[in-house]
């Protein structure tokens, strides 16, 4: 599977937002990697050397949700505090990191700690994952830009 697979099944909205995405990530070097998996289409973009985990697309019967893997968190936490109300209701529902809160899990998932009104402590595979709507999607790039630029 390829990127014009993956675009393929996507709506008029999706697509408008995933290829302004895979633009602005190809523009700044990004690996991308495409498969078909069990829940739905894997998009998968990667940076640095070596390369490491910055986004998923994942589209899924709901519709397309984005996974950040927030590595920089700390340099721009501020904008936490401005994401919407849905986001940050997705966020709330995410699962804890246990290897943070109970010792637990893997020893090299760090999950991530921080606050918007209240404390959280989430596992690094469900914190930073939202569903692409005409509310979320400007922030939501957003967020990938300032991971992306802390990065490099």
Known sequence: MNYQDFIMELNAEQLAFVEELNNFLMQHKCKSTFEEKKTGLLGSYKYGKPPKALINLLLKPQGLLVRIYGEHLDNYRDFLNTL??????????????????????????????????????????????FLVTNETSTATREFVEKELLART
């Open 84 to 129: 919407p109300a849905s986001m940050v209701a997705e966020i709330d529902n995410a699962n804890e990191c246990k290897r943070l809160t109970q010792n637990g899990c893997s020893p090299k998932c760090l999950g991530y700690d921080f606050t918007i009104d209240k404390h959280y402590q989430k596992c690094r595979y469900s914190c930073f994952e």
